[in-house]
C-alpha cells in the first residue's frame, strides 16, 4: 500500500505549479481566491478544471501502480515522480497511459479472436436429419408448439406477424420456418426468448461470416445457389429471410437451405449470434 510519505511526494510533483492560497484566509476570502484562480487560468476556468481532473486521475494512477504495479520498485517510483513534476513529463507519463490502455484493448481483441475459433465448431443444436428430409421434401408439419409460443409473444400481436396465415409451416426442434411464395423465413427459439429486435444484424453478421467459412476439412465454402437472396428478418421479424428470383430452381434451393443452411450453417451462426462475448469482425465479408 502507498504510504503517506508516497502520497504527498506525487501531490507535490502533481501540483507543484498550479496556484496556491495564501496562509490566513478566511472561508469567503479563500473561495474568492479559487473563483479568481480559476478565472485567471490559462484557458479559463474550464481548463482550469479539466486540468485539475487530469492531475487527479494521474495521481489515482501512480498510487495504484505504486500499491500493486511496477513503481513497488522505489527507484521506478522516484523515476515517476521526477518525471510527472514537470509539464512535459506529464505528457510523457499520459501517453504511456494511453499506450497501456491501446495494449490492453488489442490484447482483448486478440482473446476475443481466440474464442470465436475455439467456438467455430460449436453449435446450438444438432439438426434433425428426419426433419431435414421432411423440409426438402416439402411436406410441411404445419404450425406447432414453437410456432404457438412465438405467435402468442406480445410483440409479435401487437406488430400482426401473422395477421394472415403463413402458406406452410415446416416447425423442428429448434424453432421453425415459414415459407410462402418462394420466400423462407427462419425463427429460431432461443433468438425471440432473448428479444428478436436485438438480433437482427448479428444475424446477417452471422450468415455473412458462415458463408465465406468451409464447412468441410476440404475448405468448400458453402455455394449458395444462384437466384438466392438473403436479408435481415426485420420485415417478416424473424431471424433471417431467404428469397427466390424468378426463373431459379426451388427444388435446388430447398435442398441447399435443409442440407447446407439448417443442417450445417445455422446451428453454428446461433451460437455465435446468441453469445454476447462473440465480437464479429467490422467487415464481414459479403455473401
Known amino acids: 500500500m502507498a504510504s503517506d510519505l508516497d502520497t504527498v511526494r506525487v501531490l507535490r510533483a502533481l501540483f507543484n505549479d498550479m496556484p496556491r492560497a495564501p496562509q490566513g484566509l478566511s472561508g469567503l476570502e479563500l473561495m474568492a481566491w479559487i473563483k479568481s484562480s480559476m478565472t485567471d487560468y490559462e484557458g479559463g476556468e474550464m481548463a482550469y478544471m479539466i486540468e485539475h481532473i487530469t492531475r487527479n486521475s494521474m495521481l489515482d494512477i501512480v498510487l495504484h501502480m505504486r500499491e500493486s504495479g511496477h513503481l513497488q520498485d522505489d527507484a521506478a517510483f522516484d523515476e515517476t515522480v521526477t518525471l510527472i513534476s514537470t509539464e512535459e513529463g506529464r505528457r510523457t507519463f499520459r501517453d504511456r497511459c494511453i499506450n497501456a490502455q491501446r495494449t490492453v484493448d488489442a490484447t482483448e481483441r486478440l482473446l476475443k479472436r481466440a474464442r470465436r475459433s475455439m467456438q467455430a465448431d460449436q453449435a446450438l443444436f444438432v439438426a434433425d436429419p428426419q426433419e431435414i428430409e421432411r423440409f426438402v421434401s416439402g411436406q410441411a408439419s404445419g404450425p406447432g408448439p414453437l410456432f404457438a409460443e412465438f405467435a402468442a409473444r406480445e410483440e409479435v400481436r401487437e406488430i400482426g406477424v401473422f395477421d394472415q396465415a403463413p402458406v406452410q409451416v415446416h416447425e423442428f426442434a429448434w424453432g421453425f420456418v415459414v415459407e410462402q411464395q418462394n420466400a423462407w423465413n427462419v425463427y429460431v427459439a432461443e433468438v425471440w426468448r432473448q428479444g428478436t429486435v436485438g438480433y437482427f444484424d448479428r444475424f446477417l453478421n452471422a450468415w455473412k461470416l458462415e458463408a465465406a467459412t468451409p464447412l468441410d476439412d476440404a475448405g468448400s465454402t458453402p455455394a449458395v445457389p444462384a437466384g438466392l437472396l438473403v436479408d435481415d428478418g426485420i420485415s417478416s421479424f424473424s431471424s433471417l429471410s431467404f428469397e427466390l428470383e424468378p426463373g431459379a430452381s426451388v427444388t435446388q434451393v430447398r435442398r441447399w437451405l435443409g442440407e ?12 455465435k449470434v446468441l453469445d454476447d ?5 467490422a467487415s464481414s465479408p459479403a455473401s
Open 260 to 271: 447446407a443452411f439448417i443442417g450445417r450453417m445455422l446451428p453454428r451462426m446461433a451460437t
Open 277 to 281: 462475448a462473440y465480437d464479429f469482425p
